[in-house]
Each structure stands twice: as structure tokens, then as C-alpha cells.
């Protein structure tokens, strides 16, 4: 399974690794369904971070020539 402390971008990795070895169709029954709890673990995991990043993200704003930030919606 994913590492701890792994970056999105990691995440997006081994996901992506795990479904082509799904896909090719080389794995036994059980090592498909181990493939695929792994590969629903990381996309649970990426959209966890895709959810914290988009809670923090804040969009910089021009008003009466000043700079706001406000959060995102």
C-alpha cells in the first residue's frame, strides 16, 4: 500500500502504475484484488488531498486598487 507521507503527485503515481498492472491482465485473482483495494486506497487518499487543498486555497482579489484575499468557494 501508499506510504505514509507521500505527496499528491506520488499518489497519482502509483495509482496509475497500479491500474496499467490491472489492466494488463498478468495478475491472478487474488493479487487483482489486492491491486484493486490498493488502487481504491490511493484514489480515496488523492481526493482526501485534493479536498485539503481546496479548503485552503484563497483567491487574491482587486478592489479600489487593493489587494484582498478572500476564501475560495
Same mark, same amino acid.
Given at each position: 500500500m501508499e506510504e505514509k &507521507? =507521500? $505527496?499528491f503527485e506520488e499518489n497519482v503515481e502509483k495509482l496509475e502504475k497500479t491500474v496499467q498492472e +490491472? *489492466? #494488463? &491482465? $498478468? +495478475? $491472478? +485473482? !487474488?493479487d487483482s484484488i489486492k491491486k484493486? %483495494? *490498493? &488502487? =481504491?486506497e490511493l484514489a480515496k487518499r488523492c481526493n !482526501? =488531498? +485534493?479536498e485539503e487543498a %481546496?479548503? #485552503?486555497i484563497t483567491v487574491l482579489i482587486k478592489k479600489d486598487d487593493k489587494i484582498i484575499e478572500e476564501n475560495f468557494e
Open positions: &507521507g =507521500m $505527496n +490491472l *489492466e #494488463s &491482465g $498478468n +495478475l $491472478n +485473482l !487474488e484493486f %483495494e *490498493e &488502487g =481504491m !482526501e =488531498m +485534493l %481546496e479548503k #485552503s
